[in-house]
């Protein structure tokens, strides 16, 4: 979750939908993994497929011992989307693969992808979404029934995730070693970045053969980068003095070993001018070979250091998901997930007065005052047009105000679940446990912008749907994190419900949540879009 932000008011065909990973896995029963993977990261050409040899990653949903029946897992994968979670965060990398990846399964949903530029031709009943930067995403679907005034329920989350980035110059030497100088994005555990298996995956510009410029996605699947901890033999007093490193001396990682050709240090070059003289050769190598492109291509890039562990499930009964970016990206996946199933069918929305939103933002993790992050208008600019365009004309200002007092959103974000070896950290009667529902977060300093009627809405919802909710407030001699929950409730005035699935080891390169909490959390937000009209309308608030 990010530190204090100011809030500011600021295709139609659709791709093929491809075998999941977890559908594959299941095609090979006696295999530790399929003897091929699907890869659909090329945006500019969804439809091609590479098929690749897995080196030494092991299935995320299968072992070699205790596995659970074929007739137990069929059953649970009918009606669980664990498996489907795992996929998406194994696929999801970065925030642009995570928003290319909700793209993708929205255009195999039918959803209709809108350009914010150009003109927007809404229907009711039709389904619609757009991007911004390929790092945020606004998806919506317009009830059969709506008519100007009615509201937006909305589920909000973002996409990215503390880490480490790439310096605009990355590439240095030490002690024969080619190291690659990273910045520090949000506030990570940065310790559990050490002797782990790390690669690149992010963004790339690329110069085309006509003398455009291509947006391109890139992953490095295999480990690349390494951040090795001092031996204890010359560090003896760590285990008792803690492990401190100096995050700008020490936490640099080592791509290889030098080589008598290998790049100079760029700290000692001048006038750079691509994107050669500020990274190292060996790097832009291993990233053209992957994009199938010149060196002398690459523009531009805008990468992160990745952890190359798979997503899997985890625990005795396998009961855990250990993945990295669970915090936000398991909130984002239940609830796009559940906006589609929600509308899946034509009559799914015959009955429906409102519209119903999904909003991903990036650069919550920093304060989301970006161009792309929830600090910018996109969400209620996207309201106002969506609402001009149902109108048929330029809706009057009572219209769009109308609309926004009959809105509603849900600002989902992880949420601190008590730890078994800290449990002080945890006000006595609020702590949350995993696998037993969505988190209600409560602030009396609106770090969250749960109210009491927002909160009471929320929970009637997991009330009628027989659905298990916990409540959170910190300790008051503790600070509170916040969300983008209070950004967007103070933009336009939007009553707002902050919650989130339980977690341990926020912001670690790996982290920790309940199988169980991620099924109830997408049957507690798809609830949402299916009742909360008939809920609100028997509650009267002046």
Known sequence: MAANAIARFHFLQPYPVFPKPSVLLSKFPHSSS???????????????????????????????????????????????????????????????????????????????????????????????FFTRNMSSLVAFAIGKKYSIGNG????????????????????????????????????????????????????????????????????????????????IHLNRTVNQDGFKPNLETQLIPLLATKTENATADSTEKNNVSSSKDVHHQLLLQILSDELSCKIDDIVSVELNLCDTQPSCLGGANNEFIFSGR????????????????????????????????????????????????AGAPTMFEAMRRITDCLSHQSAGESDFARAIRHSFLVSADMAHGVHPNFVDKHEEHHRPELQKGLVIKHNANQRYATSGVTSFLFKEVARLHSLPTQDFVVRNDMG????????????????????GIAQLSMHSVREICGKEDIDIAYKHFKAFYQTFSSIDRKLIVD
């Open 152 to 231: 937006f329920h909305v589920i909000a989350a973002h996409t990215d995730s503390p880490c480490l980035k790439l310096k605009p110059k990355s590439a240095s030497t030490k002690s024969g070693y080619l190291m690659v100088n990273v910045q520090l994005y949000g506030g990570g555990l940065w310790h559990t970045w050490f002797d782990r298996d790390l690669s690149v995956a992010g963004r790339v510009i690329l110069r085309a053969d006509d003398g455009s410029f291509l947006h391109r996605l890139v992953k490095i699947t295999r480990p690349l980068l390494r951040v090795p901890t001092l031996a």
């Open 326 to 373: 669970l915090d936000n990206l398991a909130s984002s996946f239940c609830g796009l997930r559940a906006l589609v199933d929600s509308c899946a069918l034509p009559e799914d929305l015959s009955n429906e007065h409102a519209i119903r939103m999904i909003a991903l933002f990036d650069n919550e993790e920093v304060g989301s005052d970006s161009y792309q992050g």
């Open 480 to 499: 509170c994190g916040s969300t983008i929950g209070p950004i967007l409730a103070s933009g336009v005035g939007i009553r707002t419900v902050d919650c």
């Open 34 to 128: 399929p003897p091929f993977s699907i890869n659909v990261h090329n945006i500019n050409n969804p439809c091609r497929i590479h098929f690749r040899k897995f080196s030494s990653v092991t299935s995320p949903l299968c072992s070699t011992s205790g596995s659970i029946p074929e007739s137990a897992e069929t059953s649970e994968s009918s009606t669980s989307i664990v498996g489907d979670l795992l996929d998406y965060l194994n696929e999801s990398w970065t925030q642009f693969h995570a928003t290319a990846e909700a793209k993708r399964q929205l255009i195999a949903a039918g959803f209709h992808l809108l350009k914010e530029n150009e003109k927007w031709d809404l229907q009711p009943g039709g389904r619609y």
